[in-house]
């Protein structure tokens, strides 16, 4: 059975030849003179820049000319043979080619070759049998001539000649000339395709080396990933391509990240769910896929193909993952509806394409995560500097001078505030150093390890020397502590602690960290409670932090101990 109605190569008319010329110096020829008298045409493509449309007009100019024809085609099979998959057409112009509409695909007499490729020669084609006449605004046509050509020992295509110029059939000697063309033009035919697929092999290899320099030479990613949208759809004659890359914070979920084509920037940023889906099963597995119709689920499937409605103009698909199980993202090209499918050797050039591609992006991740690091290891070392020798320094010089005011509040008042006045400007320097450390360190690491180590440092910073002994305990689920989060939270233990050193007079601190639906701080102390002033104006600006992300501060205070409690929920 041959499929009707599927749409063919409809080629613009070339130029009238009366045989094939030999290649001029610049490389539009396509082949040697076809001599009439004789009955072996040799017909050859040339390597530099020849491509097998070309190669396909030539032969047919050629035939048309051994046979003294008004009419000549070549009708390409389709990978299995069982139709015509495109036309080249010699003698009609553009015009008559607009009003016939669609072109043969192999039914009637056509299809009497398709189906026994051997000549056949009619006086009358609209005579046969098989014939089912035709379209309206086609010429009249009777006389025909029709030869396979075979590539090595595979049919390619037919050769159609209709319309012997004095009016009669076709004759013996114009089958035998024709038949001998036919012969010759099957390694031209061959030329040509190695030539086409070294082209189309090279085109997506300089593809690839240009994405992978953009990416090395530090170009923004999100550039690059356009640029594979761009170069995918242009090499592999797409309508419409598009990059899709897992979204951050939704499993089974890609999101449009690039779009070219018919599928234009608007779709960029749509999420797209895997779930029971064509592209779902490529991106998992690795594996790219050709698809006839991305809008038709296959046999036991409820989703379409690849994006649902955004795809509804669109027919043929290709889906290239980047990378291994699962890919890094997926590649989707798209074509317009009632266009022809992907040719099968696509699959393989866009793969290698994807996989050189994978590994720039790979080893551009690699140098953005050093650099990253690189930073962070230069923020958290000025950090470290800051508070180990400044602040600590200066810390300690308040502690020493808020001793010496105290002793003097009985004996010299006056002394003493002046003392105190200097030690709230100290306390003011350290506050904006700490908020400078604060600012260097939001980059730093925030896995559950790193929070433990930097609730535990702060702790030993303040208390070290102090006469208190500390108890820290950091638990729960340390992984939902959002990254903005921990500076507050960090800040929040440094202010308490330190009003437990500075004005508590206490022995032991309790510091728990606890994440559970909520982030907890809770400061208990032995000390003497909470009756000055200057305590609870620091309170205050806790309860206020707390506030800004919709929690609370809470304190009890009694003569045994302290409990100051900071609360927040988890950001959704």
Do not use: C
């Amino acid at each position: 059975m041959r499929r009707r109605g599927a749409p063919a190569h409809r080629p613009e008319p070339a130029p009238p030849s009366r045989a094939l010329t030999p290649p001029d110096p610049s490389g539009t020829g396509t082949g040697v003179p076809a001599v009439r008298s004789t009955p072996v045409a040799e017909v050859r493509a040339t390597p530099d820049g020849a491509h097998l449309d070309g190669t396909l007009h030539a032969i047919v100019r050629a035939a048309v000319d051994a046979a003294d024809a008004a009419y000549g085609a070549f009708g390409v099979l389709t990978p299995d043979g069982a139709q015509l998959d495109r036309f080249v057409v010699v003698g009609m112009d553009a015009t008559d080619r607009e009003r016939i509409g669609r072109l043969p695909v192999g039914d009637g007499v056509l299809g009497l070759l398709v189906d026994d490729p051997v000549p056949l020669r009619l006086a009358d084609l609209t005579r046969h049998p098989a014939a089912i006449g035709f379209p309206p605004g086609h010429p009249p046509m009777r006389s025909f001539l029709g030869v396979p050509v075979r590539v090595r020992s595979t049919v390619f295509g037919h050769l159609y000649l209709t319309e012997k110029r004095d009016g009669g059939p076709f004759t013996a000697a114009d089958e035998q000339a024709v038949s001998a063309l036919a012969a010759t033009a099957g390694l031209a035919i061959e030329n040509a395709r190695l030539v086409e697929q070294a082209e189309q092999r090279r085109a997506w290899a300089q593809a690839g080396t240009d994405i992978a320099t953009a990416l090395l030479s530090g170009t923004d990613p999100d550039t690059v990933l356009r640029s594979i949208a761009e170069r995918v759809a242009t090499l592999a004659a797409a309508d419409a391509a598009g990059v899709l890359l897992p979204a951050p914070d939704a499993e089974d979920t890609l999101t449009v990240v690039a779009a070219v084509g018919t599928l234009t920037e608007d779709v960029e940023g749509v999420r797209v769910p895997l779930h029971d889906s064509q592209l779902g099963e490529a991106h998992r597995s690795g594996v790219p896929r050709l698809l006839a119709d991305v809008n038709a689920p296959p046999l036991g499937w409820h989703r379409a193909a690849v994006i649902g409605e955004l795809t509804a103009h669109h027919g043929p698909g290709l889906l290239v993952p980047l990378g291994g199980r699962p890919a890094l993202g997926t590649v989707v090209a798209l074509r317009r509806r009632g266009v022809d499918p992907f040719p099968p050797g696509t699959l393989g050039l866009a793969s290698a394409f994807a996989a050189q591609a994978t590994v720039a992006l790979e080893l551009a991740r690699s140098q953005q995560r050093e650099r990253r690091l690189q930073v962070a290891a230069d923020r958290d070392r000025i950090a470290r500097d800051l508070h180990d020798h400044v602040v600590q320094r200066i810390f300690a010089t308040g502690l020493a001078l808020d001793k010496v005011s105290r002793s003097l509040e009985a004996t010299d008042p006056q002394t003493a505030a002046r003392i105190a006045e200097r030690v709230d400007e100290l306390d003011g320097t350290i506050a904006r150093i700490r908020s400078s450390i604060f600012e260097l360190a939001q980059d730093v690491d925030a896995s559950p390890d790193a929070v433990r180590t930097r609730v535990v440092d702060v702790v030993r910073s303040i208390t070290g020397g102090q006469g208190v002994r500390p108890d820290v305990r950091v638990r729960g689920d340390l992984d939902d502590l959002p990254p903005a989060l921990l500076p507050d939270v960090v800040a929040v233990v440094r202010e308490l602690v330190t009003n437990v050193v500075r004005h508590a007079a206490a022995t032991r601190v309790a510091v728990t960290v606890e994440v559970d639906g909520e982030v907890r701080v809770v400061v208990t102390d032995d000390g003497v409670g909470l009756p000055e002033v200057a305590v609870r104006s620091g309170l205050a600006n806790l309860a206020d932090r707390a506030e800004r992300h919709g929690g609370r501060l809470t304190t009890s205070s009694g003569p045994a101990a302290t409990q100051v409690r900071w609360t927040v929920p988890l950001p959704r």
